[in-house]
């Protein structure tokens, strides 16, 4: 089923996602696509993934938040969770996301998104991969190995070597790589303490040195556009730690103006 099945998108869920949107669009080069238009959201795509920013709304946390599969047969997908796991359930979406057929989560409770192909031509207006895109993200969740699998045996994703040391589990649908990685609660002694979830996005850049440039030009210009800060006070240099040693490829890990966590790697 690998070759049928490709991860299409990663939802944040923003503050200002007009912002949001425009800060990719200028630091990564991502297009928007005519065919989904709202008045909370906006989708942009690096020419392979989507990123997809609705607005926060009552009850709701601003975050990285989720991500999303296309596939060719869903039901072949929900069959096996019928039978294999039946304590994963799902829910249908309106025809209004078509990028969201079905949504249901893995057995740790996080949540994702499946989308037959036919649905998911919304990020399909500019299929030329920008020098700047997205090679991973990384899901931080209590039953890390349990989830992996879980992946796995639902889309035959590709495990990828690691050094022994490394805990993490690295899967790729040939372009980008989920990491998934273990949450403990100890990882958060000296700093605020993050639930587990989706941690943080990875993009591949065509020299840390002139995106960094880029980054402080932009900034200079619109303040707006400034990275959240991160590393100064003691709690978030704590939070920047683990995050260097919780993913070896982040080359140089930052946060968006909203406080999502990025990281970047030279090609």
């Known amino acids: 089923m690998s070759s049928a099945v490709k991860i299409n998108h990663l939802a944040i869920t923003s503050e200002n996602y007009t912002r949001a949107a425009k800060f990719y669009q200028h630091m990564f080069g991502m297009t928007t696509s005519p065919k989904w238009e709202s008045l909370s959201a906006i989708a942009v795509s690096d020419g392979y993934v989507g990123l997809n920013f609705n607005s926060r709304s009552a009850a709701k946390s601003a975050r990285l938040d989720h991500f999303g599969f296309e596939i060719a047969d869903v039901e072949t997908v929900l069959e096996l969770l019928r039978t294999k ?79 022994s040391s490394d805990p993490n589990v690295y899967l790729s649908d040939g372009h980008i790589t989920m990491v998934i990685m273990p949450w403990q609660i100890t990882d958060y002694s000296g700093t605020a303490i993050q639930a587990p979830c989706v941690d943080h996005l990875g993009f591949t850049v065509e020299s ?60």
């Open 85 to 163: 796991y039946p304590k994963v359930k799902w829910v249908q979406r309106p025809e209004s996301r078509p990028f969201a057929g079905v949504t249901t989560h893995d057995p740790d409770g996080n949540p994702f998104d499946l989308s037959r192909r036919e649905r998911a031509g919304v990020y399909a207006e500019k299929p030329q991969l920008q020098p700047r895109y997205v090679d991973h993200f990384a899901l931080r969740t209590l039953n890390h190995r349990e989830t992996a699998e879980f992946y796995q045996e639902l889309f035959t994703f590709e495990e990828l070597g690691k050094d």
């Open 208 to 267: 840390v040195e002139k995106f960094q440039a880029d980054l402080q030009r932009i900034a200079n210009k619109n303040p707006q556009f400034a990275p959240y800060p991160l590393g100064a006070a003691p709690e978030s240099k704590t939070r920047l730690e683990l995050a260097k040693r919780s993913c070896p490829l982040c080359e140089h890990i930052f946060a968006d103006p909203e406080a999502v966590l990025l990281s970047v790697k030279s090609k």
